[in-house]
């Protein structure tokens, strides 16, 4: 097939000097923030910060959900800088989307601890989580004095776990396994759950990677039809969080299905404060870290993504249709269509990606597998019969726009075994992790 190219693979390559203009900071560890010479760091905002008008002033000892739908959300991650003017490259005016991955109780709340927080949370305070986890975009201005939000834009925005539909395009959606008492169609999603690292579309959209959705959803799966599906994604009926106590969609015995409506990648238009968040499936469905888009040669979009658990996959989407720099409103549904791989890497060091498309190889109904919605809601399992290579917790992948070569970054694996390290994971007990070069074809 077209899609299946290879790639040399340089670990550590030496590369030429960096054409950054400023001087590097110390590589060292201290107990206050470190910046290059001539940079100063600011607070722009904090947790409960107003982001929309009507905001409450933020009280620690007096939390609602509403007020907090309305103030800045909790542990941040992907941090997005958009340029206002759209389609513009000012660099001191411009939208801050943030990620908020997740929370943490027993620092919100007075009287949690990390051991009886699920125990002992109200409904109240769970609502609270659910309303500080999703997404923040505010308008930002570089003053004389420094950075500030600008209050009251009409581009300021929350998007939460708790209220913010959602929409789901793609082969998954409307299919049987997405529906729910809540939404028959299988097409309507209620929020987004810890979004981790992203990317930002050529278009002017931001994405956002849903990864370890695993943690919030309660009840046993043993004897649900999704029993192995959720095995392999780590759902085991022991929630991280108390929301499954309070709310019918996180208790996968009541709802057995609400999980496959998590583990996508979100595309959300910044520029748009009215537009609605859509979930788009032929991304795939694991734990997604990063949304990495590049141009290719040929005018199509590239996407890359790792599945940020050990000895899981690196992934790419490369679309079916081309990028229009012309007309941007012609690229609102590239990510719709194009086939999504994995990577499977030989002991050469060259790397081939095989397409995730139903029908090919084992990718049948003699394995589970109906439609290629199948396909895309188990990614994993439909990975693991094609033989991918399991890496070392996949993280960021990013790319060298001047050169086109394209960086993993692996986080750690303390669990692999001297037998089976590879040149590609070359360390057994990895506690440090390594990055991974890829090279385009024709390059050495």
């Known amino acids: 097939m077209a899609l299946r190219r290879r790639h040399h693979i340089a670990m550590a390559a030496a590369q030429p000097a960096s054409s950054l203009r400023f001087t590097s900071p110390p590589h060292t560890i201290a107990h206050y923030q470190q910046v290059s010479p001539g940079h100063r760091a600011q607070v722009l905002i904090r947790w409960g910060d107003k982001v929309?008008?009507?905001?409450?002033?933020?009280?620690?000892?007096?939390?609602?959900?509403?007020?907090?739908?309305?103030?800045?959300?909790?542990?941040?991650?992907?941090v997005a800088f958009m340029p206002l003017p759209r389609?513009?490259?000012?660099?001191?005016?411009?939208?801050?989307?943030?990620?908020?991955?997740?929370?943490?109780?027993?620092?919100?709340?007075?009287?949690?601890?990390?051991?009886?927080?699920?125990?002992?949370?109200t409904r109240e305070q769970a609502e609270v989580e659910m309303a500080a986890h999703g997404h923040s975009i505010i308008e930002i201005r570089k003053e004389k004095a420094g950075w500030r939000v600008v209050e009251g834009s009409p581009y300021n925005r929350r998007i939460s776990a708790r209220s913010t539909p959602m929409t789901i395009a793609g082969p998954a959606a409307g299919h049987d396994r997405l529906k729910t008492k809540a939404d028959p169609t299988g097409r309507h999603i209620i929020g987004t759950l810890n979004n981790c690292a992203g990317g930002v579309t050529p278009w002017g959209t931001v994405l956002?990677?849903?990864?370890?959705?695993?943690?919030?959803?309660?009840g046993d799966p043993d004897g649900l039809p999704?029993?192995?599906?959720?095995?392999?994604?780590?759902i085991k009926g022991k929630s991280a969080y108390a929301w499954s106590r309070f709310f019918e969609r996180f208790d996968i015995e009541k709802a057995p299905n609400e999980p496959n409506r998590f583990g996508w990648v979100v595309e959300i238009d910044p520029y748009d404060p009215k537009s609605v968040p859509v979930k788009r499936s032929t991304l795939g469905r694991f734990k997604h870290e990063a949304a990495t888009c590049v141009v290719a040669p040929d005018g199509r979009v590239v996407v890359y993504s790792g599945d940020d658990e050990a000895f899981e996959y690196i992934y790419r989407f490369v679309t079916a249709g081309q990028y229009n720099p012309k007309n941007l409103a012609a690229n609102r549904n590239l990510l719709d269509e194009g086939i999504l791989s994995v990577a499977r890497f030989d002991e050469a060091g060259t790397l081939c990606w095989l397409?995730?498309?139903?029908?090919?190889g084992p990718l049948t109904p003699a394995n589970g597998f109906q439609?290629?919605?199948?396909?895309?809601?188990?990614?994993?399992?439909?990975?693991?019969?094609?033989?991918?290579?399991?890496?070392d917790r996949p993280e960021d992948v990013e790319a060298n726009p001047v050169n086109g070569r394209v960086?993993?970054?692996?986080?750690?694996?303390?669990?692999?075994?001297p037998e089976q390290?590879?040149?590609?994971?070359?360390?057994?007990?990895?506690a440090y992790g390594h990055i991974l070069e890829l090279l385009p074809p024709g390059t050495q």
């Open 371 to 391: 439609s290629q919605a199948d396909v895309l809601i188990d990614t994993r399992r439909a990975a693991d019969l094609l033989g991918a290579t399991p890496m």
């Open 52 to 78: 929309l008008r009507d905001a409450p002033v933020f009280d620690p000892r007096q939390q609602h959900a509403e007020a907090q739908e309305m103030q800045f959300g909790y542990n941040n991650d992907f």
């Open 421 to 430: 390290i590879s040149k590609m994971n070359p360390r057994a007990s990895n």
């Open 226 to 234: 999704e029993a192995a599906s959720y095995k392999r994604l780590g």
């Open 355 to 360: 397409p995730l498309v139903f029908g090919h």
């Open 407 to 417: 960086y993993v970054m692996l986080t750690n694996n303390t669990t692999r075994k």
């Open 208 to 218: 956002i990677a849903e990864e370890n959705f695993n943690d919030y959803f309660g």
């Open 87 to 121: 389609g513009s490259t000012n660099s001191t005016h411009g939208l801050l989307c943030v990620n908020q991955e997740y929370t943490n109780p027993e620092l919100m709340f007075p009287g949690l601890t990390k051991t009886n927080a699920v125990r002992t949370m």
